[in-house]
T-cell receptor, first 113, second 114 residues
Framework: DAKTTQPPSMDCAEGRAANLPCNHS???????VYWYRQIHSQGPQYIIH???NNETNEMASLIITEDRKSSTLILPHATLRDTAVYYC??????????????FGKGTRLSVIA | GAGVSQSPRYKVAKRGQDVALRCDPI?????LFWYQQALGQGPEFLTY????????KSGLPSDRFFAERPEGSVSTLKIQRTQQEDSAVYLC????????????FGQGTRLTVV
């Protein structure tokens, strides 16, 4: 079962920042927070991940609370092409291989013109 | 190739028919995952390979589902005696080995069992 809780849907005006919350109150010390998104009829696409520090890349910013029990994905200037389902996932780090991603139902973000 | 390639993109099977779904991962990616995604749901994990070794098949829903990756590259997911509840999108993902690496997904194969 997914270890995260997300709102089922959100709307955002085009050009504004989209802030997508995620609760992961049972996260363990060796679990990263990952965000993926899935645009209609496509496979999921990696956005960003982090352990405890805030992270930023060309797509988004990830803000993780100090107690690591929640996080927020920020799309700074949402466009219509950002309309998608956004999944917040916590994932155990298990080198040298990988562990599977456990998806919940995600948040359906609708960007409105 | 540039990304993960899955074929066919669409498959219609009669109930009871066997099907084989193919995944070509990104060259050099050690890890390969299969997921099943029902309509309106998030993807659900089926099985995981590291090179040719199937390290986790805990998500396979029944013994009708079988996956292989004999040379550590291309993988095939086979479903025997398909049932209507097998109708879903089957997604393949690959990644490099190691901590916290991102997984790259294919576009999936949409299987419809009639």
């Amino acid at each position: 079962d997914a270890k995260t809780t997300q709102p089922p849907s959100m709307d955002c005006a085009e050009g504004r920042a989209a802030n997508l919350p995620c609760n992961h109150s049972t996260i363990s010390g060796n679990e990263y927070v990952y965000w993926y998104r899935q645009i209609h009829s496509q496979g999921p696409q990696y956005i960003i991940h982090g352990l405890k520090n805030n992270e930023t890349n060309e797509m988004a910013s990830l803000i993780i609370t100090e107690d690591r029990k929640s996080s927020t994905l920020i799309l700074p200037h949402a466009t219509l092409r950002d309309t998608a389902v956004y999944y917040c996932i916590v994932r155990v780090v298990s080198p040298p291989g990988n562990t599977p991603l456990v998806f919940g139902k995600g948040t359906r973000l609708s960007v409105i013109a | 190739g540039a990304g993960v390639s899955q074929s066919p993109r669409y498959k219609v099977a009669k109930r009871g028919q066997d099907v084989a779904l193919r995944c070509d991962p990104i060259s050099g990616h050690v890890s390969l995952f299969w997921y099943q995604q029902a309509l309106g749901q998030g993807p659900e994990f089926l099985t995981y390979f590291q090179n040719e070794a199937q390290l986790d098949k805990s998500g396979l829903p029944s013994d009708r589902f079988f996956a292989e990756r004999p040379e550590g590259s291309v993988s095939t997911l086979k479903i025997q005696r398909t049932q209507q509840e097998d109708s879903a999108v089957y997604l393949c993902a690959s990644s490099l080995a190691g901590e916290s690496t991102e997984a790259f997904f294919g576009q999936g194969t949409r299987l419809t069992v009639v």
